[in-house]
Each structure stands twice: as C-alpha cells, then as structure tokens.
C-alpha cells in the first residue's frame, strides 16, 4: 500500500480511482478538488487534469514522433524511425481497405490517430499503479489517474467524435431526406397509408437506439476493458501490504495480469480503430 | 463516473490531433510509402529487362560462334582443296618435265647413235680400204683404183 497503514483498503481503491479534478470547490472558489466526494460536487463544469494531461501528453508524443518521421520520410532506404511510422501507417491502410469501401482522405489519418493514442493510452496501465501516483503525492498531487482510457470522459469523447463524423458524413453522402429515411424508412415497410405512421415511429425508435448505440457500445466497450483491468491491477497491489507471501503472490499475478493485458490493450486498441473504420463505412453506404 | 467538461476537452483535442496526422502524418507517409513501391517496381522491370537482355545476347553470341565455326571450316576445307590443286599441278609439272627430260635424252642418244654409226662407217670403210689396200697393194696401184674406193665406201 502506498501511504501506510492509516487508510483502510476501499480507501485505498476510492483513492486510486479519484481523478484531479478541477473545478468549483464548495466554498465557490475554482480549485482542485481534495476527494472523491468534492469531486463529485463539482458536477458538470470540471476538468479532470490527470486524464487530459495524460491523453493529450500521450497523443503530444506520438504526433511527434510520427512528425518527424514524416518530415525525415524518403522513399530510398527508411531508418528505424521511418520503419516502425510505415509499418503503422501500412497496417492502418490494410485494415482501412479491407473494411473501407469509399474513398475519403480522411478515414485513414483518423483510424491511424485513434488506433496509435488509444494504444498508448491504455498502455499507462502496465504501468505499476502506484508508481506514478506516488510520486505524485511526492511533489503535493494528492490524486493521478494515469491511464486516460479508465476514464469515461476520454472514451465518450472519442466515440463522440467518431459519432459526429457519422452523422456528418451520412448527411453528406445521402443528403438530409436519405438520412432520415434511413432512420425511418427501414427496418418496416408499408405501402398502407394508415400504417405509415405507426411504422415511422417503430423504425425511428429500432434505428434510433442503433445508431445511438454505436458510441456508447464503442466507448463502454474500451472503458469497460480498462477500468477492470485496472480495478484487478489495484486489488493485486492490495496484496501486497498483506506480508511476504501474499506479496510474493501478489507479484506473480501482477506478471500474469500484465502479460495477459498486453493482449488486451492492443486488442481494444485495434477495436476502436476497426469500428470507427466500419461505422464510418455505414454512414459512407446507403443500405 | 463523474461526466464533465473532459469530455469535450478531449473531444476537442481528439479533432486536433486528428487534424495534425491527416494534414502533416499521413500524406508524407503515403506519398513515400508509394514512391518507393514505384521504385522497386521500376527496379523490378528494370532486373527482368536485363535478363531478358542478357538471354537476347547469348542467342547472339551462340549465333556469332557458330557463324565463326562455319566459316572457319570453310576455310580450312578451301585450303585443303587449294592444297590438293598446288600438289596435283606440280605432279603435272613434274611428270611434263620427265616427259620433256626423257625426250631431249632420247633425241641425244639418237643423235650420239647416228654420229657413232657415221664414224663407224667411217671407221669400216677405212678398214675395208686398208684391208682391201693391203691385199691390193701387192696387186694394185692405189692411185690407179681411187673411185673404186670410194664408191665403195658410199655403198656401205
């Protein structure tokens, strides 16, 4: 355990799954909240600046490593750099061909962004949980949650924006009528006047909760992952304030857990990334 | 699950980042991704001409090589042939120039004969003469009986 034998274990996990939150503290003033409980108060105006450092961080490092492989690129012999961009970028564009049937600029810069930051934001969670968060504590940060991807404002805010470009790019490709026809025109069809109606709502309310579960299922699906896993990573490092043994145990199912996480990440990773491909493909396609 | 402004904070940085690798990632990236492949194709064509090129020039050579033996061939065959007439001819020449040796050796001895005959004639009849001298002298005057010598003499 980190701080000692004065906080019980759910004080322990409740720490650890507080983020540092910004925003208006119960005395009015702005400031960072000191638990879990005052960061709930904040309500909707509040940042989490752990989160935010960590996924911009993480999305600064790899926009830049990326840049400057980009810059440096030639078409004669790459350097290692250049090597590991193009095998990303060639990976990225298989799976855009194989899943994108249009042709749009934008499909594939987009999978390769979301695919490279998930990855390395689910990354942090291999990352030993008190690691961090202790030296944090160490320079006064009193809460750090490192791995953004735990964090459902991240996720949603991700899915958001692939939903976005669905609704966008399916009002672009079928016009306002297509796309409302396709809300309400499918899965039921009519030539009977009196039964229009009835069947309008139905099929609005079907492809309605389909469309609207395209965000949410990608977004809970890749939180969902991580916040378990993270959860499991928090309750092995429980163990090991429980003596030798438990420790020693404790860090054997850490290494399980890791390794068994390696998987899970990049498998989360390329997930999103395919479903962002194959949403986006939907909203291409009139169906 | 507190939902809060980081949502859009992120939706924001999501658009950025997007932005960033479409406008300076991603058509760097491809644009040399696709130059090389055009590179190795064109050095892919390149390598399968020069085969192709090198095949065509072994046919040549082959074709050369066998032209060169042919004609080499010729050439010995003339040669033989042409040897063959110069030992012919000179077998000609020889035997016309025996022929001619023989002749000129025989018209010789002809010749050798004829004068040993005329100074044997010569010979005989002056042995006749002086036998018949001889004889005579004791009968006849040699003055006396010249023509009869000599007469005699033409005779034989």
């Given amino acids: 355990m980190a701080s000692g034998d004065t906080i019980t274990s759910s004080e322990y996990i409740q720490h650890h799954l507080t983020n540092l939150t910004f925003g208006r503290l119960p005395d009015g003033s702005w400031g960072i909240a000191h638990s879990a409980a005052e960061a709930k108060a904040m309500g909707f105006w509040a940042l989490h600046l752990d989160s935010l450092f960590w996924s911009v961080g993480l999305a600064a490092l790899f926009s830049y490593f990326f840049y400057k492989a980009a810059q440096n690129a030639t078409a004669g012999v790459p350097g290692k750099l250049q090597n590991f961009v193009e095998m990303m970028v060639d990976f990225v564009e298989d799976s855009v061909k194989g899943s994108f049937s249009g042709r749009n600029p934008l499909i594939a810069p987009l999978a390769l962004t979301v695919f490279c930051w998930v990855f390395l934001m689910n990354l942090m969670d291999l990352v030993p949980v008190d690691l961090i968060p202790r030296i944090a504590a160490e320079i006064g940060i009193g809460h750090m949650k490192i791995v953004p991807t735990t964090d459902p404002n991240i996720t949603f805010g991700l899915a958001l924006g692939v939903f976005a470009l669905i609704i966008y790019y399916s009002i672009k490709i079928k016009g306002v009528g297509g796309f409302v026809h396709e809300l309400t025109g499918m899965p039921f069809q009519t030539e009977n006047v009196a039964l229009k109606p009835v069947f309008f709502v139905i099929n609005l309310f079907l492809e309605g909760v389909n469309l609207i579960a395209k965000p949410i299922s990608l977004s809970l699906r890749l939180f969902g992952n991580l916040y378990a896993g993270e959860m499991i990573f928090i309750l092995i490092a429980l163990m090991y304030g429980s003596g030798i043994v438990m420790g020693l145990f404790g860090g054997a199912l850490q290494f399980v857990w890791a390794v068994f996480h390696v998987l899970v990440i990049t498998l989360q990773a390329f997930i999103f990334m395919t479903l962002t491909i194959v949403y986006l493909d939907m909203a291409h396609n009139e169906h | ?156």
């Avoid at chain 2, 025989?106 to 010749?111: K, L, M, V």
């Avoid at chain 2, 003055?143 to 033409?154: G, N, Q, R, T, Y």
């Fill in chain 2, 1 to 156: 699950m507190n939902i809060n402004l980081t949502l859009f904070a992120q939706l924001l940085s999501f658009a950025v980042f997007v932005w960033f690798t479409m406008k300076y990632i991603w058509p760097p990236m491809t644009k040399a991704l696709e130059e090389r492949k055009a590179r190795i194709a064109d050095g892919l064509a390149a390598a399968e001409r020069g085969v192709h090129e090198k095949e065509l020039a072994q046919q040549a050579a082959l074709e050369k090589l066998h032209e060169a033996k042919q004609q080499s061939a010729e050439i010995v065959s003339r040669a033989e042939k042409r040897a063959a007439e110069i030992v012919d001819e000179a077998k000609d020449q020889a035997r016309a120039e025996g022929e001619r040796l023989l002749t000129a050796a025989r018209a010789e001895i002809d010749q050798e004969a004829n004068k040993a005959r005329e100074a044997l004639r010569t010979k005989v009849a002056e042995l006749a003469v002086l036998g018949a001298e001889k004889i005579l002298r004791k009968e006849i005057n040699a003055e006396a009986h010249k023509d009869i010598v000599d007469s005699l003499a033409k005779q034989i």
